[in-house]
């Protein structure tokens, strides 16, 4: 199967990396600013472009990573090269409904990587989720047998289950990290060392492994321990929003025990 690849973003970069990896051949690689088309197109031996009437209609597959919100665009301006409206098109939003590329295509679907990317990262594909879908069971297997040549994770997930997913994904993922921030922002005003909650971050993620989080739930909250609520709150005090938000998080802990 031969691709093209339409955003040399986080995903982009991974997925064409590893697509390059497992033999697939992607032939060409756009992106808006063309540096990142380069940089990424001279990995994987692709033809780099950062102008989408460029990209030709030889590929069997295009797979569009943009943002969200580009998309659309994105595939309206695509369906307009010569040869495209036939081709089979996918986005690799968690987000994005699979109709804003049914709108211009009439084969189409999601390739959704179920992972955070960033292009620091090294990251290993073999346990990665990938969600599939397609409005033609004949692409299905085409799109679960390409998942399966990068990934041993590969799960027929339709538009709405998706976008479920992508809120609690948003939840864990997202938000997790944006608390680790705000910790690292505390120990820094304090020039005490961030590391030191390290093990203690490893092992937050380590106990769900094999237990279910509501049976892992530790510290004031979980307890009650109402003194060291107040003393806390008086401390973030310092910090703009850190006494909201730790009262919101203190009260959904509370109210999930409450049950
Ligand atoms: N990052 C993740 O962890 C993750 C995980 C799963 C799925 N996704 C989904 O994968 C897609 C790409 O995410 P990403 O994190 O790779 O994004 P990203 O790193 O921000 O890269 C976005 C790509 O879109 C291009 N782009 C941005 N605005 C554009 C516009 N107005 N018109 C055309 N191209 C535009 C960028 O071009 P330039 O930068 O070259 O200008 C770049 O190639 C999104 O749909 C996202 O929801 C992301």
């Keep these: 199967m031969k691709i093209t690849l339409i955003g040399a973003g986080n995903v982009g970069y991974h997925l064409g990396k590893r697509l390059f990896k497992k033999g697939i051949p992607v032939r060409q690689v756009y992106s808006r600013t063309l540096q990142n088309a380069q940089f990424l197109a001279k990995k994987i031996k692709a033809t780099p472009t950062n102008k989408l009437a460029e990209l030709d209609s030889k590929s069997d597959l295009y797979i569009i990573a943009?943002?969200?919100?580009?998309?659309?665009?994105?595939?309206?301006?695509?369906?307009?090269?010569?040869?495209m409206k036939r081709k089979l098109v996918v986005h690799t939003s968690g987000a994005a409904s699979s109709e804003i590329v049914g709108k211009y295509f009439s084969k189409f679907g999601v390739f959704y990587p179920l992972q955070s990317f960033s292009k620091v990262r090294k990251i290993r594909f073999t346990n990665i989720p990938i969600c599939v879908d397609t409005n033609k069971s004949k692409?299905?297997?085409k799109l679960l047998k390409l998942g399966k040549s990068i990934s041993n994770k590969v799960a027929i997930i339709n538009d709405k289950e998706r976008a479920i997913l992508h809120v609690a994904a948003v939840i864990v993922n997202n938000f997790t990290n944006h608390l680790f921030h705000l910790?690292?922002?505390?120990?820094?005003?304090?020039?005490?060392d961030f590391d030191l909650l390290k093990?203690?971050?490893?092992?937050?993620?380590?106990?769900?492994?094999?237990?279910?989080?509501?049976?892992?739930?530790?510290?004031?909250?979980?307890?009650?321990?109402?003194?060291?609520?107040?003393?806390?709150?008086?401390?973030?005090?310092?910090f703009p929003n850190y006494p909201?938000?730790?009262?919101?998080l203190t009260k959904s802990i509370q109210d999930a025990y409450r049950r």
């Design 183 to 192: 910790g690292q922002q505390i120990t820094k005003e304090e020039q005490i």
């Design 139 to 141: 692409d299905l297997k």
């Design 199 to 238: 093990p203690l971050i490893e092992e937050t993620v380590l106990k769900i492994a094999n237990h279910p989080p509501i049976e892992m739930q530790t510290g004031p909250a979980r307890r009650n321990d109402q003194k060291t609520i107040k003393k806390h709150l008086k401390y973030l005090k310092k």
């Design 244 to 248: 909201h938000l730790y009262t919101l």
């Design 66 to 83: 943009v943002k969200d919100d580009a998309i659309e665009t994105v595939a309206k301006t695509l369906s307009e090269n010569i040869g």
